[in-house]
């Protein structure tokens, strides 16, 4: 048997960039005779906890010093870098080891953003498989891991069918706006379960007034990552806009309706391979992206996402629940 190769894998944030690790850190594990270890952020660790193909978790912290001490006492044989930034490359550097790093491809992207010249034409998890040519690390088509344990404890009942909106977002103008949502909720049957962080309880709450339905229950900033994505997991179908929990989504079976303006699919971070039938709705007034992070759009003051109707979103979901 081979002997066996410690890698550490970089990855700082964000949620869904992380998420989009998970096949990575699985055929690495599965393929190779490796023990993988983690760096990333202290507010991402959760996210990665119960991956079984993972040995140990670090993240940054203030004391970086004592990080490094860490991480060179472990003596890699292997960083994968998939964040690629001034900070990876100290690490990188420091530990001194042979490093597979991901090629962000910013050139390619600016001919997109810019000029609507597709030569991505790939995923970003396409992408990351790419930095492992070398060690001759082949893509399963699995898809993406999202491990939960047990069952938690959530104040909903998961055995009904219902649907999950997750209404957040980096920017606001990579959001849907309450009256888009409330209007196509005033038309669904189904509970709809709003999910998002803290800082979309003002959204969440505007929705709710807005639609006045008891049929709406709004979680926003009231659950881990490991709770929604068990109402995620349990759920008939997923609408999110261009998010991190759409990533955790794409890891189970309940189809995806993901919502696109200043960022498009063709950025390469849509769903990757969903288990069931998923559909895009894109902004009709902008075929090409407007921004790398969806910051800024070039369509409309508000985000060209909220130029998507309603009846849009509403005939994309009939078709889903068919």
Same mark, same amino acid.
């Given at each position: 048997?081979?002997?066996?190769?410690? !890698?550490?894998?970089?990855?700082?944030?964000?949620?869904? *960039? !992380?998420?989009? /690790?998970?096949?990575?850190?699985?055929?690495?594990?599965?393929?190779?005779?490796?023990?993988?270890?983690?760096?990333?952020?202290?507010?991402?660790?959760?996210?990665?906890?119960?991956?079984?193909?993972?040995?140990?978790?670090?993240?940054?912290?203030?004391?970086?010093?004592?990080?490094? *001490?860490?991480?060179?006492?472990?003596?890699?044989?292997?960083?994968?870098?998939?964040?690629?930034?001034?900070?990876?490359?100290?690490?990188?550097?420091?530990?001194?080891?042979?490093?597979?790093?991901?090629?962000?491809?910013?050139?390619?992207?600016?001919?997109?953003?810019?000029?609507? +010249?597709?030569?991505?034409?790939?995923?970003?998890? *396409?992408?990351?498989?790419?930095?492992?040519?070398?060690?001759?690390?082949?893509?399963?088509?699995?898809? !993406?891991?999202?491990?939960?344990?047990?069952? #938690?404890? +959530?104040?909903?009942? /998961?055995?009904?069918?219902?649907?999950?909106?997750?209404?957040?977002?980096?920017?606001?103008?990579?959001?849907?706006?309450?009256?888009?949502?409330?209007? +196509?909720?005033?038309?669904?049957?189904?509970? +709809?379960?709003?999910?998002?962080?803290?800082?979309?309880?003002?959204?969440?709450?505007?929705?709710?007034?807005?639609?006045?339905?008891?049929?709406?229950?709004?979680?926003?900033?009231?659950?881990?990552?490991?709770?929604?994505?068990?109402?995620?997991?349990?759920?008939?179908?997923?609408l999110t806009n261009d998010t991190g929990m759409m990533h955790i989504a794409s890891a189970f079976n309940s189809p995806i309706l993901s919502f696109w303006g200043c960022t498009? #699919?063709?950025?390469?971070?849509? #769903?990757?391979?969903?288990?069931?039938?998923?559909? /895009?709705?894109?902004?009709?007034?902008?075929?090409?992206?407007?921004?790398?992070?969806?910051?800024?759009?070039?369509?409309?003051?508000?985000?060209?996402?909220?130029?998507?109707?309603?009846?849009?979103?509403?005939?994309? !979901?009939?078709?889903?629940?068919?």
């Amino acid at each position: 048997m081979k002997e066996k190769l410690k !890698i550490l894998i970089i990855r700082y944030s964000s949620i869904g *960039d !992380i998420i989009l /690790t998970t096949p990575i850190i699985r055929c690495l594990k599965q393929q190779l005779n490796t023990e993988i270890d983690f760096l990333t952020k202290e507010n991402y660790k959760s996210l990665l906890t119960s991956n079984p193909y993972i040995n140990k978790i670090y993240a940054l912290n203030k004391n970086n010093t004592e990080l490094l *001490d860490v991480l060179k006492s472990n003596k890699y044989d292997r960083i994968i870098d998939l964040q690629n930034n001034l900070r990876s490359l100290k690490i990188r550097s420091q530990l001194n080891v042979k490093s597979n790093v991901y090629l962000k491809k910013n050139f390619k992207r600016f001919l997109l953003i810019n000029f609507g +010249v597709d030569l991505l034409k790939n995923h970003v998890v *396409d992408r990351y498989f790419e930095s492992l040519k070398n060690l001759n690390v082949q893509n399963d088509k699995k898809g !993406i891991d999202y491990f939960i344990s047990g069952s #938690p404890e +959530v104040n909903f009942d /998961t055995n009904q069918d219902y649907i999950v909106w997750c209404i957040g977002g980096t920017h606001e103008n990579k959001k849907l706006s309450s009256t888009q949502i409330s209007e +196509v909720i005033s038309h669904i049957h189904l509970p +709809v379960i709003l999910l998002g962080g803290s800082e979309d309880k003002k959204l969440s709450q505007q929705i709710l007034k807005e639609t006045c339905s008891e049929n709406t229950f709004d979680f926003c900033g009231n659950t881990s990552f490991e709770e929604s994505a068990y109402l995620i997991k349990e759920s008939k179908l997923v609408l999110t806009n261009d998010t991190g929990m759409m990533h955790i989504a794409s890891a189970f079976n309940s189809p995806i309706l993901s919502f696109w303006g200043c960022t498009k #699919p063709s950025l390469g971070f849509s #769903p990757y391979l969903t288990k069931k039938e998923s559909l /895009t709705v894109i902004s009709p007034i902008s075929k090409k992206p407007c921004s790398k992070h969806g910051k800024y759009c070039k369509q409309s003051s508000e985000g060209c996402i909220k130029k998507i109707s309603s009846k849009m979103i509403y005939d994309a !979901i009939k078709k889903l629940l068919e």
